[in-house]
């Protein structure tokens, strides 16, 4: 079947007991159970509820994976994937990562897990530091990065990851799966904050890692269950009817962001646009191989500092201020005082975040409002 279909189809099959076409939400915590230890299918909804059951069956068939887990948020998720290194554990990790996801690398380091932060989009320092020693036991990479965008060769680093028995997670949050399937590239999971594209409608939090491997999938079961990180079946059906539209919405998402980024990227008053789909970005052609477009986040410098960025948001109409991403509504941050404000300035300034950088989740309006507001704004 082709994608849009399976969007609608895979892993959401009409409900056996009723025939309901869209999955019930089973709001319930415990289940019924015909003998002691004996259950009909589910005991306890931490551990496994059928709304929750019918996402991962979905999420994992349209990531080309075995199978997923579900949880209460990308961070959720993230923490299963990290607390499963022990002390002594070595994690090589891009150096350009959504921040929530660096707050938790700097926690494993306190744990006894060393963790060392490269730039992914040149290939040659991956293989040095997995050349280097100790041992890495995992890899991860975010491709596009965020908030600069940068993209990462994820067949390319897989590659030599396995050559050295390390162990790949790729978060595919910004690209979701209608743009990239990294588990086809090679990786052995992936990572998505289920809150952005997957859900689509900002009302929800939910995370998930999807898996190559079978064994490992079990292994981050006994995580999920033990940790308790789960999302409520009301959120997980609010995936599944995310999942619906996604190719629609997506497609729109970066019809309308190739418009914004070319507009910033010919505007005197921005001095830099990050877009992996204009041929100047340095990924250009990488992310021409392994994604099917070039996604709906754009970030652009703006000539002037956090003065000017403080005046453009002011004059917003149509793009709203906010954090997160992947929503139907066009939103704008500002890393540095927002996402990103406890990173450190000297080490903001080094990564290439300054005061100027502003990160735009390009919705699906029409794209003429979206440009003439920031025409606008940008006076």
Not at 148 to 177: E, Q, W
Not at 188 to 212: E, I, N, P, Q
Not at 280 to 290: K, T, V
Not at 310 to 317: A, I, W
Request: aromatic share 8%; net charge positive.
């Amino acid at each position: 079947m082709r994608w849009d279909t399976r969007l609608i189809h895979d892993g959401q099959e009409p409900d056996p007991y009723t025939g309901a076409v869209n999955v019930p939400i089973y709001q319930t915590s415990t289940f019924a159970q015909i003998s002691p230890g004996k259950a009909k299918g589910y005991v306890y909804s931490r551990t496994g509820n059928p709304t929750r059951a019918a996402l991962e069956r979905a999420l994992g068939r349209i990531e080309s994976g075995v199978g997923a887990l579900a949880f209460g948020s990308g961070l959720a998720a993230a923490t299963a994937l990290f607390m499963a290194y022990p002390s002594g554990a070595r994690i090589v990790a891009g150096d350009d990562l959504y921040h929530g996801a660096t707050r938790l690398l700097h926690i494993a380091e306190t744990h006894g897990v060393r963790v060392d932060f490269i730039d992914t989009s040149d290939l040659a320092n991956v293989r040095a530091a997995l050349a280097e020693g100790p041992h890495v036991d995992l890899l991860y990479l975010e491709s596009p990065t965020n908030p600069l965008l940068k993209i990462t060769d994820l067949k390319g680093a897989a590659t030599i990851a396995h050559r050295y028995r390390t162990r790949v997670a790729v978060d595919n949050t910004f690209s979701s799966p209608i743009l990239q399937r990294p588990l086809e590239l090679g990786a052995d999971l992936v990572l998505h904050s289920m809150t952005k594209y997957l859900g689509g409608h900002s009302d929800l939090l939910g995370g998930a890692l999807v898996f190559r491997d079978r064994r490992l999938l079990e292994r981050y079961r006994w995580y999920q269950n033990t940790s308790g990180g789960v999302p409520g079946p009301v959120d997980c059906f609010l995936v599944l009817r995310g999942l619906r539209t996604l190719g629609l919405r997506v497609r729109r998402h970066c019809s309308n962001a190739r418009r914004v980024a070319r507009f910033l990227d010919r505007h005197p008053k921005v001095t830099r646009t990050f877009y992996p789909g204009l041929p100047s970005h340095p990924g250009h052609a990488i992310a021409r191989r392994q994604m099917d477009d070039f996604g709906g986040m754009v970030s652009a410098e703006l000539r002037g500092g956090y003065p000017a960025v403080r005046r453009f948001v002011r004059r917003l109409k149509v793009f709203t201020l906010a954090e997160s991403l992947g929503g139907v509504e066009s939103l704008v941050n500002h890393p540095a005082k927002m996402t990103h404000r406890e990173v450190p300035p000297e080490l903001r300034a080094q990564q290439g975040i300054s005061d100027g950088l502003l990160r735009f989740s390009v919705g699906i309006e029409d794209p003429d409002d979206l440009v003439e507001d920031l025409a606008r704004a940008l006076g």
